[in-house]
């Protein structure tokens, strides 16, 4: 049910974006030198809110307008620096956009119906303010590139906060894992491949691609009909850019296999270095045989660590499977922050959860079947505890890392504070008096003068 209402409230959102471009007279909600915001502009950002899940506040319309204010800013800027991104960028971003959009939608054609519009033509009228928008995040990462601080800035920036408002920490853990993922033989493999060629041969006998891939492809390109948009030879591993930039356009590839299963593709079009392909997906899936000489890979990897006769760090180097971790001895890195120190309340994973949770510092669980959520691939995973932080207060001793975060994140917002201060007060900015009660504006406002309607 849930499905269906999410479903419902994208087409709405669309809709409404569609009647605004058409139906609505324009006009201008602000000025920041040279350049004009537009009440339609606000309203397809506010569409876009509302696309993505937001709900609708029409207070929310005061944020965006800061937002394309602080946009404009930083962009004229880049123009005066030479600040550039490439159309090939901005064509990253665009299909970007153009994926998540149309996998919300349940398909092109549902995306199409509700736009009005082709999704070439939504496109290039999206591109001039996404061209802008990827200038001013270059400018704003240009302002700040330099900004580091010191172990003294980060002890004097720690004295500097109220002891009574310190943050307090969960429970922290280091840890390390080491992934054996299950191998399939030549003939185990082979069920998966002849599936990926009935439907390779479905399309030769002339059913549509589009139709196949919707069906039956098991990537997330699925619901597009298994387009993957315009890009470049480095973004596909090598065996699936040997088929993509071989072919000529209209081409249907053979079978072929890589690390995410059996794939076929056909090309649709080619515009220099990048090529535009769509493609089905049968992913592979271990056996239950494979699973036990996986299992047995494993255990006797757990023996030789658990009596002694080899260390974690050295057995995940050398047997991992997982790249990520294997060449730093096995240990874990936060996703949001880089740090080896991982609060339990991120391990999302019940399975992960359980395995770690019983374990003292410096031991090793016992070989855990876990499933990854995002992938759906499966693995034998053995885990090692390094630390285990109680919770406590934060300290300068125990929290260096996340302060010292703190402390430049801190000195990154005065910096940009300072820019933009300067910027406008050097820069005409009249902002519309349907938005003089916006909070998030005061400071904009009182920059430049109040526009009449």
Same mark, same amino acid.
């Given at each position: ?219 997330? #390109?699925?619901?597009? +009909?298994?387009? &993957?948009?315009?890009? !470049?030879?480095?973004?596909? =591993?090598?065996? *699936?850019? %040997? ?90 890195? #936060?996703?949001?922050? +880089?740090?080896? &120190?991982?609060?339990? !309340?991120?391990?999302?994973? =019940?399975?992960? *959860?359980? %395995? ?98």
């Amino acid at each position: 049910m849930k499905k269906h209402i999410g479903l419902t409230a994208l087409l709405l959102t669309v809709a409404f974006l569609s009647f605004s471009q058409e139906k609505l007279v324009d006009r201008i909600v602000a000025t920041v030198g040279n350049s004009t915001i537009l009440q339609s502009d606000l309203e397809m950002q506010y569409a876009q809110a509302l696309a993505e899940g937001t709900k609708p506040n029409e207070e929310m319309k005061c944020s965006i307008l800061q937002q394309l204010l602080t946009q404009k800013l930083l962009a004229q800027q880049a123009v005066i620096d030479s600040i550039e991104v490439s159309e090939s960028q901005v064509d990253d971003e665009l299909n970007r956009r153009i994926r998540y959009m149309t996998q919300r939608a349940g398909g092109k054609e549902n995306l199409e119906s509700f736009l009005n519009r082709s999704l070439l033509q939504h496109k290039e009228e999206m591109r001039p303010s996404v061209a802008e928008l990827l200038k001013a995040q270059r400018m704003q990462q240009t302002i700040v590139s330099k900004i580091d601080v010191t172990p003294q800035e980060v002890k004097k920036y720690f004295e500097s906060l109220d002891a009574d408002s310190l943050p307090y920490f969960d429970t922290e853990i280091e840890y390390a894992q080491l992934v054996i993922n299950p191998v399939l033989t030549k003939e185990e493999k082979q069920i998966f491949k002849d599936k990926a060629e009935g439907y390779r041969q479905q399309v030769l006998n002339g059913s549509d691609f589009g139709t196949i891939a919707r069906l039956y492809s098991e990537d997330g #390109s699925a619901p597009s +009909g298994g387009d &993957l948009g315009f890009a !470049t030879r480095e973004s596909y =591993v090598k065996e *699936f850019s %040997a088929q993509a930039f071989r072919l000529k356009e209209g081409d249907i590839s053979p079978v072929f296999e890589t690390q995410y299963g059996f794939h076929f593709l056909q090309v649709l079009a080619r515009r220099g270095e990048e090529v535009n392909v769509r493609h089905v997906l049968v992913k592979t899936k271990p056996t239950s045989t494979a699973l036990q000489r996986t299992k047995a890979k494993i255990d006797s990897i757990y023996d030789n660590v658990t009596t002694g006769k080899m260390n974690f760090s050295s057995a995940a180097s050398l047997y991992s499977d997982d790249n990520f971790t294997k060449y730093n001895g096995g240990v874990v890195t #936060s996703e949001y922050d +880089g740090s080896t &120190l991982i609060p339990v !309340t991120q391990l999302n994973d =019940v399975t992960v *959860f359980n %395995a770690i949770d019983p374990l003292k510092s410096g031991e090793t669980s016992k070989p855990v079947l876990v499933t990854d959520k995002r992938t759906g691939e499966t693995s034998y995973v053995l885990y090692y505890l390094k630390s285990r932080i109680p919770p406590h207060k934060a300290s300068l001793e125990q929290d260096f890392a996340k302060i010292k975060e703190a402390a430049k994140q801190n000195k990154t917002n005065i910096k940009l504070s300072e820019w933009f201060e300067s910027r406008k007060d050097n820069t005409f900015i009249d902002v519309n008096s349907d938005f003089m009660n916006c909070q998030e504006l005061e400071d904009w406002v009182s920059t430049g003068k109040v526009a009449k309607n």
